[in-house]
């Protein structure tokens, strides 16, 4: 359903063995299509947020024309916890933050730092 109703691309982990995981992002990229990434790979408790997995790096190392624009998504926690099939009629806030670029070589701790620290600019407080 998330698939067809939603146009997602699904990230599979496990296909690293068998090539690369991130290749149905890329090839949206490459068909001009937006992304919603994720960083942290999985939902957190709302109330901090997890560490960063290196897809968005990955993707972004590959195709540095991309743009990035840090999205601080409150209350979502609540609207869609875990195990819920159907978002819960909750209210939730999107702040948007200043785009983002990946600067060419730019270490992948560094870049990472560099977007979680622009997400936390936009918490509530």
Known sequence: ?????FNAVLVDR???VHGNPLQPAFDAIAAGQSLIFFPEGTRGDGETLGPFKSGVHHLLKAR???????????NAYR???KGFFFPVPLLCSMSFGAVLRYEVQEPK???LDRLRSAM???RPQ
């Not at 359903?1 to 109703?5: A, F, R, T």
């Not at 024309?65 to 998504?73: G, S």
């Open 109 to 111: 701790e560094a870049f």
């Open 120 to 122: 936390l600019e936009l």
């Open 79 to 81: 609207v869609m916890p």
């Open 64 to 74: 540095p024309d991309a743009e990035v624009v840090p999205v601080w998504i409150d």
């Open 14 to 16: 496990g296909a690293g």
């Open 1 to 5: 359903m998330i698939e067809d109703v």
